[in-house]
């Protein structure tokens, strides 16, 4: 049986700090931005016939934040020599940051415009995480892959919503 010293138990907690706190940040800063808007301005938006009943958003992204902060942990566990670990990090962090954006642009800005131009480079960074995660650690690569379909489906329906206003 492995033991682990104290030393490496410890050095675990700050991996799922770094993990969890900027995920759930993220969430909470989408929420400040989408929340207020959902029942005035949102819902008076014409909406494509695959919109799904507002109900849905919450447990499709509690779900994916969980995911990325599991992706995020397992890519800081790993050693910093590990090549490609900070190039992966560099990207989940960016793409992460474009998430919290993303609320700010279209709710809050009132913008489906500015929220398709974020989510289509947000895109990018999932894919290119995603690809890079691969080469560091196939479940971190694996865990991310919902988002990018999710985010994929958001910017067809981001689109729907501009076009269709």
Do not use: H
């Amino acid at each position: 049986m492995l033991q682990r010293t104290s030393n490496q138990n410890s050095s675990g907690i700050p991996a799922l700090l770094l993990a969890v706190l900027p995920v759930v940040a993220t969430s909470i800063i989408g929420q400040f931005a989408t929340y207020p808007n959902i029942e005035s301005w949102y819902s008076a938006l014409e909406k494509p016939s695959f919109n799904p009943p507002n109900w849905v958003f919450a447990p499709v992204w509690t779900t994916l934040f969980i995911l990325m902060a599991y992706a995020a942990w397992r890519l800081l566990s790993r050693p910093a020599s590990t090549p490609g670990r900070s190039t992966t990090l560099i990207l989940f962090f960016i793409q992460l940051a474009l998430n919290a954006l993303w609320s700010w642009m279209f709710f809050a800005m009132q913008s489906p415009v500015a929220g398709l131009v974020n989510i289509i480079v947000q895109i990018g960074f999932i894919l290119a995480t995603i690809v890079q995660a691969w080469r560091v650690d196939k479940t971190a690569a694996l865990c991310l892959a919902p988002l990018a379909a999710w985010v994929s489906f958001a910017a067809a329906l981001n689109f729907a919503i501009w076009f269709l206003n």
